[in-house]
């Protein structure tokens, strides 16, 4: 009874971080400006979609994003446990950020 509880729970814990894996990560930042997002595993790849809107670089725990010009795109990072999404936001400056 308790291996199948202590099973249950395993299972019910994965199926909550591959649902926190698929949604991407929204993130806006003015051009000019760098945003870290850590990150809990080494980082494999990057694979931005447009890079003339951003620069992203491997960094000690995470990335760094910095933004080049005013636009969105699309990465993807590649970590050890799998993919994580980010869509990304560039606002020309920090009044046209959302709220």
């Known amino acids: 009874m308790i291996r199948s509880i202590a099973v249950l729970a395993f299972c019910a814990a994965l199926l909550l971080s591959l649902a926190a894996l698929a949604d991407p990560l929204k993130l806006a930042l003015p051009v000019g400006h760098t945003r870290m997002v850590s990150l809990p595993e080494r980082v494999a790849a990057i694979k931005v979609e447009d ?5 992203i670089r491997r960094m000690s725990g995470g990335v760094s994003i910095y933004g080049r010009a005013q636009g969105n795109t699309t990465a993807v990072i590649r970590t050890e446990g799998g993919e994580r999404e980010l869509r990304i936001y560039v606002a020309a400056d920090s009044y046209a950020l959302p709220r």
Request: aromatic share 0%; net charge neutral.
């Open 51 to 55: 890079p003339s809107v951003v620069q």
